[in-house]
C-alpha cells in the first residue's frame, strides 16, 4: 500500500498543470501560450483502442479513483489510445458500451461497469472516450491523444494489418478522415494539448517516401482542425528511427506545433547482452538513441522537442536485463530533460488478443486496480519527472550527480556523501573528463579517501584524489585515484545506500572495459545532470 508519505513525495514530482492556455513549441522545449513558460511533460499511457474500445479499468474501480491514482503517483498527463474506426465506422462508434461488451461476452466487465461506472453503461463507446478525457481535464491532468490503431485490436505486430499505409486495415483516406474527426471532435477541449499522429508504423510496407506524404498530410489535417493542438509526429520501424529527418525537413503549412516522437525499449535485445556487457550496450543503446532521434533537440537552427512516448519494464522487478536497461534509459532521458509517457497504467485488459482480465506487468496498477505494483520503480522516475531545465531561467546551469540504479541524487550533508530525493540535490559544476568534480559557488571537492571508504568533500582539489575521469563506454563510472595511484570507482553500497569508492567493477586495471563480465556496475553508474531551475 501507498503510504501518506510517498503519496506527498509523488504529488511534488509533478512539474506542470493542465491549463486552459495551449501549447505551443519554442526550439527543443514545449511551452505554454498564455506565459511563454516551459511545460514538461510526465505521462503515462492508458489504452482505450482493445476491441471493445473503453478505457481499461473502468470495471474495476470508479473513474475518479483511477485518475486520482495517476496524480498520485506522479505524472501530469495521459497518453489516451484511440483506434481509426471508433471514429470514422458508424458500426463501431455507435455502439453502446453495454453494447460493446456483449459482443464479446463480457459479462464480468458489464457487471464491473456497472457497479463502478453505471453513468457510462449507455454512453456510446465514443461517447464514453470523450467523457474520461473531460474527468482527465477537471483533475488537472493534460491529455495528448493517440491513434494507436485503425481497427481496435492489441498492437503491435508486423502482419496485424494496422502497420503502415496501404495495409489491409490502414486506408490513408480513412486514416485522414479518422485524424480530422478526432481534431474536430475534441476542439475546444482544454486539457487535450497535442495529437499523435500513429503508433509504431512498421511491417513490410514501411518507406520513407509514403511516411513523408503522409504523415505531413497527416500534420496538416490535425492542424487545419484543431490549430491549437501541438501535433506529435511518430518514426518508422515501430517510432524506433526518425534518422532520415537529418537530409530531409518534415514540410508543413505551420510553425511552432511539431513534436517528434520515438519508443525505447529493450525488445529484440537478448537478455544476456545486457548480463554480461552492461557498460557496452548501455552505450550502443544511447548512441542509438542520439543519433536516431535524441539529435533532433540539439539542431543548431531547426531543434524540436522529441516525446518518449513509450517506455517501460515489466514491473514485477524478476527481469533482470530490464532492470539494467532501465538503468542505462533513466540516465540518458535524465540528462537530455526530454518529455515522456511510461507505458502503461493499466494494470489489466477487459480483453486482450483473446484472454478476458488478462494481467498486464508493464502496469503502474496492479491487476485490481488497488494499488502501484512496484513503487520502488515509481520513485526512481522522480528526476525525470522534474523540470530539469528551463529556457527562460536567469539561473545558472549546474549540475546534479544522479544515481539512476536508486533514482536518486548525491547530497552532502555536513560534509557527508549521501543519497537523497533529487530535489534536494547538491550543486556541482560541470565536470571535464579527467577534471575536478566541484561544488557550485563553494571551495569544496569531492575526493577518494580510500578503497571502501566514504568520498569526502574538501579543499584539497589539486591531488590526483579529486581528479575524476569517465572510465567506462557507458559514460557512466567516475574514477579518481587513491594514494596508491590506483582508481576507485564511486559506489552505492547495496547494504546501506551509503556512498564509497571501490575498484571499478567491469572495468580492466589499465581502465579500458571488460569484454564481458558477470559483475553488475550499476551501482557504480553516476550522471551529472544539467540543471537551472
Known amino acids: ?39 514538461k511533460l510526465a505521462c503515462v499511457n492508458w489504452a482505450s483502442h482493445l476491441e471493445p474500445m473503453i478505457a481499461e479499468g473502468l470495471e474495476k474501480k ?77 483533475n488537472k491532468v493534460m491529455v495528448v491523444l493517440d491513434n494507436h490503431v485503425s481497427r481496435p485490436t492489441w498492437c503491435c505486430a508486423g502482419n496485424d494489418g494496422n502497420g503502415f499505409f496501404g495495409d489491409a486495415y490502414f486506408d490513408p483516406s480513412e486514416w485522414l478522415q479518422g485524424l480530422a474527426a478526432v481534431a474536430t471532435t475534441y476542439k475546444g477541449f482544454p486539457e487535450v494539448v ?23 498530410d497527416g500534420a496538416n ?85 522529441v516525446f518518449i512516448s513509450e517506455f517501460g519494464i515489466d514491473e514485477s522487478g524478476e527481469r533482470v536485463a530490464e532492470s539494467r536497461y532501465i538503468t542505462c534509459f533513466l540516465a540518458a532521458v535524465a540528462e537530455n530533460d526530454v518529455d515522456w509517457a511510461l507505458w502503461t497504467l493499466q494494470g489489466s485488459y477487459i480483453l486482450r488478443q483473446g484472454k478476458v482480465n488478462l494481467e498486464e506487468a508493464f502496469g503502474v496498477l496492479d491487476i485490481n486496480w488497488d494499488h502501484p505494483r512496484n513503487t520502488t520503480f515509481l520513485s526512481r522516475l522522480q528526476i525525470v519527472q522534474q523540470m530539469n531545465q528551463d529556457f527562460t531561467s536567469k539561473k545558472p546551469t549546474y549540475y546534479k550527480m544522479f544515481h539512476p540504479l536508486s533514482g536518486q541524487c548525491v547530497q552532502i550533508v555536513k560534509n557527508e556523501t549521501v543519497l537523497a530525493n533529487c530535489k534536494d540535490a547538491s550543486r556541482w559544476d560541470q565536470h571535464q573528463d579527467g577534471g575536478l568534480i566541484k561544488l557550485a559557488e563553494g571551495a569544496g571537492c569531492l575526493g577518494v ?85
Open 1 to 39: 500500500m501507498v503510504t501518506n508519505y510517498l503519496v506527498v513525495f509523488l504529488l511534488l514530482q509533478i512539474v506542470a498543470f493542465c491549463s486552459s492556455s495551449p501549447l505551443s513549441t519554442n526550439s527543443r522545449w514545449i511551452v505554454d501560450d498564455a506565459s511563454g513558460k516551459r511545460v
Open 62 to 138: 470508479p473513474i475518479n479513483e483511477i485518475i486520482k491514482k495517476i496524480s498520485e503517483t506522479g505524472f501530469n498527463c495521459v497518453r489516451f489510445t484511440w483506434a481509426t474506426y471508433m471514429f470514422t465506422r458508424p458500426d463501431y462508434g455507435n455502439l453502446k458500451v453495454s453494447e460493446s461488451l456483449d459482443k464479446y461476452n463480457l459479462s464480468a466487465a458489464k457487471a464491473g461497469i456497472a457497479k463502478n461506472n453505471p453513468q457510462f453503461l449507455e454512453m456510446t463507446v465514443v461517447e464514453l472516450h470523450k467523457a474520461v478525457v473531460s474527468e482527465l481535464g477537471k
Open 194 to 216: 497535442g495529437m499523435s499522429m500513429r503508433n509504431e508504423l512498421r511491417g513490410g510496407r514501411q518507406n520513407v517516401p509514403d511516411w513523408y506524404k503522409y504523415m505531413q
Open 221 to 305: 489535417t490535425i492542424h487545419a482542425q484543431s490549430p491549437d493542438f501541438l501535433v506529435i509526429v511518430s518514426g518508422l520501424y515501430t517510432d524506433t528511427n526518425l534518422g532520415y529527418l537529418r537530409s530531409k525537413p518534415f514540410a508543413v503549412n505551420f510553425t511552432n506545433k511539431l513534436v517528434f516522437e520515438a519508443h525505447w525499449y529493450t525488445f529484440g535485445i537478448p537478455a544476456k547482452s545486457w548480463t554480461a556487457q552492461t557498460n557496452n550496450l548501455c552505450a550502443t543503446v544511447t548512441k542509438r538513441a542520439r543519433d536516431n532521434y535524441f539529435f533532433l533537440t540539439t539542431a543548431a537552427n531547426n531543434s524540436f522537442p
Open 449 to 533: 579517501a580510500g578503497d571502501g571508504a566514504a568520498p569526502r568533500v574538501s579543499s584539497d582539489c589539486s591531488s590526483n584524489g579529486s581528479k575524476w575521469k569517465i572510465v567506462s563506454s557507458s559514460g557512466l563510472h567516475l574514477a579518481a585515484q587513491d594514494g596508491k595511484g590506483e582508481y576507485l570507482c564511486l559506489e552505492v553500497n547495496a547494504s546501506d545506500s551509503k556512498l564509497v569508492t571501490k575498484k571499478c567493477l567491469c572495468v580492466a586495471d589499465n581502465l579500458t572495459n571488460l569484454r564481458t563480465c558477470a559483475d553488475n556496475p550499476q551501482p557504480q553508474w553516476f550522471k551529472l545532470v544539467p540543471a537551472n531551475v
